[in-house]
């Protein structure tokens, strides 16, 4: 069994309900294992170092129409796994997780309590249409293309998180959240 360097997690942990895969992979090679647990999310390792400091993550998640709902639920998995900084600490809820790491926050998606239309911290706000284009040259990129731009990672700000929806076959499948840690 390996550990996922990001997390200290197993990276075959087995839990209850659907299959997902946490990536595990370094700078010059990729090699995911599948992972049993909640819904449908990806916690990956550190893209290379962007910002001092800040720690980068990234999560896909099934479409839903409503963002919050989906942001809400990736927040409930996220604390379920204790795949957070401060987990030791068995805080009670995401809430209670963040208030207790203090201002260098949990290093993942519990920083970011909710969806908003304008980059702010503690929110989650949509990559505009020239974003997109900018860092990936489609308004529809494939959640590889935004893992993989440079662009994307220098811009990103810490504490706050972007998302977009990711299309297969023409049609909404997944939600792409990045995101950079406080500290």
Not at 79 to 91: I, M, Q
Not at 152 to 162: F, K, S, T
Request: glycine content about 6%; hydrophobic content about 30%.
């Amino acid at each position: 069994m390996s550990l996922c360097p990001d997390h200290r997690h197993q990276a075959n942990d087995v839990a209850t309900r659907s299959l997902i895969t946490y990536p595990q992979f370094s700078l010059l090679d990729r090699v995911a294992q599948p992972v049993t647990y909640s819904r449908r999310w990806q916690c990956a390792q550190p893209q290379p170092e962007k910002q001092m400091g800040g720690e980068p993550y990234h999560y896909l998640v099934e479409y839903d129409s409503d963002t919050q709902t989906a942001l809400d639920h990736l927040r409930q998995d996220v604390f379920a796994s204790g795949r957070y900084r401060g987990a030791h600490r068995r805080p009670r809820s995401p809430d209670d997780a963040l208030e207790r790491s203090g201002e260098s926050g949990t290093a993942s998606i519990l920083d970011i309590r909710r969806v908003g239309s304008r980059p702010d911290y503690g929110v989650a706000a949509p990559f505009s249409r020239d974003e997109l284009i900018r860092y990936t040259g489609t308004e529809r990129p494939t959640a590889e293309q935004l893992e993989t731009s440079d662009a994307m990672w220098e811009a990103l700000q810490r504490g706050m998180a972007r998302y977009t929806t990711i299309y297969e076959e023409g049609r909404p499948s997944k939600i792409f959240f990045v995101g950079y840690s406080f500290d």
